[in-house]
């Protein structure tokens, strides 16, 4: 960093802190040379991930974008907005941990699909239903299966639980 008064290249930090919950760091300097004191900013750079659509296309990561998928796939289903929010934020630390300047949108579905699989069958299937390709339909359709049967499951039990409530046999 250059001193503004006298261009000497060498200085010495002699205050820094923290400026917007970390975002950037505000550094008081004092040059080597003359001992003129200046402030220097340093900021980290938003990276910017590029996502690959399936026709090869590229356009910018939108969290919004995202959120839009994940929040339609959760319509009327009975999960806290907290929880939610959650998942899209694992999600996009997942996209960007790696530090790649690009990834498929495919596989940012596998991404939310792998999240939503644990989190709410409905909302998995709904979204897979999107977002999946076509040679998938199988795992689709075997997925849909596995709830049918839970769902058949839980309302026989219920059914049973409320014949023998009323003491006759099911
Ligand atoms: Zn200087």
Known sequence: MKC???HNRESKVIDSRD???GESIRRRRECLKCGHRFTTYERVE?????VIKKDGNREEYSREKLSRGVLTA???R???AAQIKQLIDEVEAEIFQNGELEILS???GELVMNKLQAADPVAYIRF????????????????MDKLVNQEREKREKQHI???LQEGISP
């Open 19 to 21: 400026l917007r919950e």
């Open 46 to 50: 938003p990276i910017n991930v590029l």
């Open 106 to 108: 495919r596989r940012i």
């Open 74 to 76: 959760f319509t009327k």
């Open 128 to 143: 897979a239903s999107v977002y999946r390709e076509f040679a998938d339909l199988d795992v689709m359709r075997n997925e």
């Open 78 to 80: 009975p999960t806290q």
């Open 161 to 163: 639980h409320a014949a």
């Open 4 to 6: 503004p008064f006298c």
